[in-house]
């Protein structure tokens, strides 16, 4: 079984323009969950989908938005750039309703703001 | 809020010794406990997953404790090899409400094992 895939793998952006991250779950996984890592704070969530709905949120600006689509298939985009956006972004997927599962993790995006 | 502490930061060991590392969280309302491992600039690896009605959980060389009630969690490695070289993250699944379903991290512990 495929694991978790994100795409790009690696990202080069300016202050104030935007981004889209993708994340294809293993196969069969409804549930999506997406974190950032920087050396500073560690990892953070920042939302979770299930079965196309967001279940819950981090506690991060307007500006961090994502989606899931029918085929479990997720996104989160990252509008109006920040230096401080610049880390290593991770998807997660797991079986169930996600909340008792294994949750397994994609290699990550890791997006650097000039 | 759920804090999660992982003790020590940082470990370096020769080849062939018994590690324990360690994780507390500040919540006992969890629904499991996850450890994962990081290898530089990579993404996280699940090793273990102990539900929050289990005491431990094993796999080869690594086993994993629970103590819900006083908020611990330990992960002991056997006879380390050079490979074991990585970060060490503990997370813990929230148990209800806002955090139901989210991971909360520890910081990790970065171990070098060498020969």
């Known amino acids: 079984k495929a694991g978790v895939t994100q795409t790009p793998r690696y990202l080069i952006k300016t202050r104030g323009q935007q981004v889209t991250l993708s994340c294809s779950p293993i196969s069969g996984h409804r549930s999506v969950s997406w974190y950032q890592q920087t050396p500073g704070q560690g990892l953070q969530f920042l939302f979770e989908y299930f079965s196309e709905t967001q279940r819950n949120k981090g506690n991060f600006p307007g500006r961090f938005s994502g989606r899931q689509f029918s085929n479990s298939r997720s996104e989160m985009n990252v509008s109006t750039l920040e230096l401080g956006d610049s880390a290593l972004y991770l998807c997660?997927?797991?079986?169930?309703?996600?909340?008792?599962?294994?949750?397994?993790f994609g290699p990550g995006t890791r997006l650097t703001v000039l | 809020k759920q804090e999660v502490t992982q003790i020590p930061a940082a470990l370096s060991v020769p080849e062939g010794e018994n590690l324990v590392l360690n994780c507390s969280f500040t919540?006992?309302?969890?629904?499991?406990l996850q450890w994962f491992r990081q290898d530089p600039g990579k993404g996280l690896t699940s090793l273990l997953l102990i539900q929050s009605s289990q005491r431990e959980q094993t796999s080869g060389r690594l086993n994993a404790s629970l103590d819900k009630s006083s908020g611990r969690s330990t992960l002991y490695i056997a006879a380390s090899q050079p490979g074991d070289s990585a970060t060490y993250l503990c997370a813990v699944i929230g148990g209800g409400g806002s955090t139901l379903g989210r991971l909360y991290f520890g910081r990790g512990t970065q171990l070098t094992v060498w020969p």
């Open positions: 997660a997927s797991s079986n169930l309703a996600g909340v008792t599962d294994t949750q397994y």
């Open positions: 919540d006992s309302a969890i629904y499991n």
